[in-house]
């Protein structure tokens, strides 16, 4: 396994190794998500590359970056035994030396949801997954559906630029209390982790109501929304009912939905989804 911090390193193992390859990007303090998508890509290409940086251009200026959890040597343990070949390392300062004033910006589908929540969110993702694209030029690219707005916007991306990789979403990984994995699941005390699991809950319950008939979509956003305020420290950012191709809101569901939600447990924002029918 080749752990590099530079572009010209990363390139040079890419053109150094043949075969097919699979990506995995990541901003570390990996988990057993982050691990599945590294079997998967694993198992489907002769090569397997995983990138770990905290991006600071995805974070708001009253965000996280700061105290986002970091430990690398730990990260390397645990992809080792995973057989991966390049493990890419990069400084802030080699993504965006002085001078930078690139950027890739997707419209509509990076508007509403996190997009409204977070403004300039999805500028920093689609810039740095194009850059990671454009260096390590992988065969396949692997992400969690747990950030289902963000497969979108980079799937629009790869259409619209051309860009020669297959996007390949994998199922989310949960807890066995239905706590979608994250990174940010370690902000949580031990109240706020069991308060925590109100998210699939209101997701399950509003899966509930479409099998019991329900197909008014702010039906479901209610049956979201009642199993938020049950409990006392969750917030709600947003609820929502989407197409999950356009992302605009749903007044029936005719067809596939995206049940999605961002709730504050505590001072900690989670996001979660599921995919109806």
């Known amino acids: 396994m080749r752990v590099v911090h530079t572009i010209a390193e990363a390139r040079a193992v890419r053109r150094a190794l043949p075969g097919t390859w699979g990506f995995v990007p990541t901003m570390g303090y990996l988990h057993e ?3 599945s998508l590294v079997r998967r890509a694993r198992a489907e290409n002769d090569r397997v590359a995983v990138s770990i940086f905290v991006n600071p251009t995805q974070f708001g200026p009253h965000e996280d970056y700061a105290r986002y959890p970091r430990d690398l040597e730990r990260d390397l343990r645990l992809l080792e035994p995973l057989g991966v070949d390049l493990v890419f390392v990069p400084s802030v300062e ?4 002085p001078g930078f004033q690139t950027w890739v910006i997707v419209e509509e589908v990076s508007r509403p949801l996190e997009g409204a929540s977070r ?5 920093g ?3 740095v997954v194009a850059k ?3 260096i390590l030029q992988p065969d396949r690219a692997y992400f969690g559906q747990k950030d289902a707005q963000q ?3 980079i799937r629009r ?4 630029l051309n860009i020669p990789v297959e996007i390949v979403i994998c199922p989310t990984v949960r807890e066995p209390d239905g706590l979608a994995m994250s990174s940010r699941n370690t902000y949580l005390n031990p109240e706020e982790r069991r308060a925590a699991t109100v998210l699939f809950r209101a997701l399950q319950a509003a899966k ?3 099998e019991a008939g329900e197909r008014d979509a702010e039906g479901l956003r209610e049956a979201m929304r009642e199993v938020i305020r049950a409990e006392p420290l969750a917030r709600i950012d947003y609820v929502s009912v989407a197409d999950p191709e356009t992302l605009q809101e749903l007044e029936r569901v005719e067809g596939p939905a995206l049940l999605s939600l961002a709730v504050y447990i505590g001072t900690t924002r989670l996001i979660d989804n599921i995919m109806l029918p």
């Not at 080699?94 to 030396?97: A, R």
Request: no cysteine; aromatic share 14%; charged share 15%.
């Open 33 to 35: 998500g982050h691990l």
């Open 208 to 210: 509930a109501r479409y």
């Open 119 to 123: 403004p300039g969110h999805f500028r």
């Open 94 to 97: 080699e993504m965006y030396p």
């Open 132 to 134: 990671l694209f454009n």
């Open 157 to 160: 991306m790869v259409q619209d």
């Open 151 to 153: 497969t979108v916007v």
């Open 125 to 127: 993702v689609t810039t």
